[in-house]
């Protein structure tokens, strides 16, 4: 009953496009009848309801098929991709993973049980209501990830609400509150998502070529990835309307550069948080970092230069941490913010903020600046403790010059002279061949 | 050894440039550094320190602190003059 405004929406675009998977085009009607198979498989293989079970895919049309069916079943979602191979075992045991489901590369799938009896009180709780619930885990870029718990009813309820849909590559993955919150609203509104094998800028321009797609929602690393190869002088990228970015701090320059090259795209940033999901964003305009959040269902304030929300559909709670809300029911992001009346500009995480002498540095300020000069290919700055004056500034540099690094840091000084304040030039600087960033193509901080 | 250390801590200054190091005149060994008369301050410290211990790192395929307690905690400070910090990087290489 779950998805029933779903099933309706299906019907009646069944030979609407729902998804580009492996060069296929699959029509809605496909879905449904994927949706339907795999009903029957749950209820063969006497999956109970309500029970937890992890996806272990990427976006393909069974998984897909699967997450909704499961819903349909009251069952708890975990969704796992490829990205996580490493920490598979370890989230299965956290989220108390009762029967695994996972789909191949060829989407083959196959379904074991792992003898786990749930007694996670949120778990418990959420069973009891006979809701389905969605399990999210953290990216832990900057320390151990958590899972956060979400009731799937009020967070479906926002999709009920129509909207206008672009053709969308599903760039953020299937177990990221944005790449849920991609694909169910594409799937609410008709709209089709172009998925692709793998993340590379190449891939991604090309596919935006092939399928036509309008929207792309990325990650401001990626973004930047895209203007260092250079992959879109080979693509024809005019379909292309709208490009949202979060997830992490936009560096001014990458945008500039990208709107630049880029004028009739819109550039809109949007911010959400596994905790309490995708808020409604606004961005200013095209090349402006300053944004207006919130949306029905949501509410925000700003105490101490720290942003806090309050969401309707927010998660339960955490299944290994404590809880994070006040006791009113506010939940305290950790991103410093500026503001102007209705407006926000995120500055970075408080987590990250670098004290030195007493004066803070947020990294991306820094890595924005860096970012301008010719032949650096990617940054990351972050803290490291020193005696002297507590931190510095460390900036981990991918160059594409031969440039040795008492050559590149001389010219980072002149750089950055004057555009800096003195504490914020890197005291630091460390050459690295390899990528800075993970799979989620997120600057790494740790 | 600390000759060597000497002419890498004067090349690494001189890159730094003129926004660390208030300097009027050449760098030399007996240049002042840091404390009274001294051409850097506590940031301009820092940057030189961290440079030094990376050329040191680069050149010589050796670490070396020169910004741990007990740099801080000796009686005379290693940072008076470039000579004194060559002093005390060598005397921290040979086992010191």
């Given amino acids: ?446 | 050894m600390q000759d060597k250390i000497l002419e890498l801590i004067i090349r690494t200054a001189r890159e730094l440039g003129e926004d660390e190091l208030s300097l009027g005149g050449d760098l030399d060994a007996d240049t002042r550094l840091f404390g009274a008369d001294g051409v850097l301050d506590s940031m301009g410290l820092v940057t030189l320190i961290v440079a030094v211990e990376q050329a040191i790192e680069d050149e010589l395929d050796e670490s070396v602190a020169l910004a741990d307690e007990k740099a801080l905690s000796q009686a005379r400070s290693p940072y008076r003059t470039v000579s004194t910090m060559a002093e005390y990087a060598a005397d921290q290489l040979q086992g010191g």
């Fill in chain 1, 1 to 446: 009953m779950h998805i029933d405004f779903l099933r309706e929406q299906f019907a009646k675009n069944r030979d609407s496009d729902a998804l580009v998977w492996r060069d296929q085009v699959f029509s809605y009607e496909q879905i449904l009848a994927e949706i339907d198979g795999w009903a029957d498989v749950l209820e063969k293989e006497s999956i109970a309801k309500g029970s937890v079970v992890s996806i272990e895919a990427d976006f393909s049309p069974k998984a897909i098929a699967l997450m909704l069916a499961l819903i349909e079943r009251n069952c708890v979602v975990v969704p796992l991709s490829s990205s996580v191979q490493n920490q598979i075992p370890e989230f299965r045991e956290i989220a108390q993973v009762e029967v695994v489901i996972s789909v191949s590369d060829e989407d083959v799938s196959e379904i074991s049980r792992t003898g786990t009896k749930v007694d996670h009180p949120v778990l418990v709780d959420l069973q009891a209501k006979a809701h389905p619930g969605l399990i999210l885990f953290s990216s832990g870029s900057t320390g151990k990830s958590k899972a956060a718990v979400h009731d799937f009813v009020p967070m479906l309820e926002k999709y009920k609400v129509p909207r206008h849909s672009l053709r969308t590559i599903s760039f953020l993955l299937f177990d990221h509150i944005g790449g849920v919150n991609t694909l169910l609203y594409n799937l609410s509104n008709a709209g089709c998502v172009i998925t692709v094998a793998d993340r590379k800028p190449e891939t991604v321009c090309a596919a935006i070529e092939k399928y036509g797609v309008e929207l792309l929602p990325t990650s401001p690393t990626f973004l930047n990835l895209i203007l260092v190869s250079r992959a879109y002088e080979e693509h024809e990228l005019g379909g292309l309307k709208m490009v949202t970015y979060g997830t992490e701090v936009m560096p001014e320059s990458t945008l500039e550069r990208f709107h630049e090259l880029f004028p009739d795209v819109r550039l809109l940033q949007t911010y959400g948080l596994s905790e309490v999901g995708i808020l409604r964003s606004k961005s200013r305009s095209s090349d402006s970092l300053w944004v207006k959040v919130g949306g029905e269902g949501f509410e925000t304030r700003v105490v101490d230069g720290m942003l806090e929300i309050k969401a309707k559909s927010a998660m339960l709670g955490y299944l290994n941490a404590p809880s994070p809300f006040t006791e009113d029911g506010w939940f305290k992001t950790g991103d410093a913010v500026e503001v102007d009346g209705e407006y926000i500009r995120i500055l970075g995480r408080k987590s990250e903020i670098i004290n030195v002498g007493g004066e803070k540095v947020y990294p991306a300020e820094v890595e924005s600046t860096l970012q301008l000069m010719e032949g650096v290919d990617e940054v990351v700055v972050k803290g490291e403790p020193h005696p002297l004056t507590g931190n510095i500034v460390v900036a981990n540099v991918k160059l594409g010059t031969d440039e040795t690094l008492a050559q590149f840091r001389k010219r980072m000084r002149a750089f950055c002279s004057s555009r800096l304040a003195r504490f914020k030039i890197p005291q630091k600087v460390e050459l690295v061949e390899n990528s800075l960033h993970g799979e989620r193509f997120k600057k790494m901080r740790k």
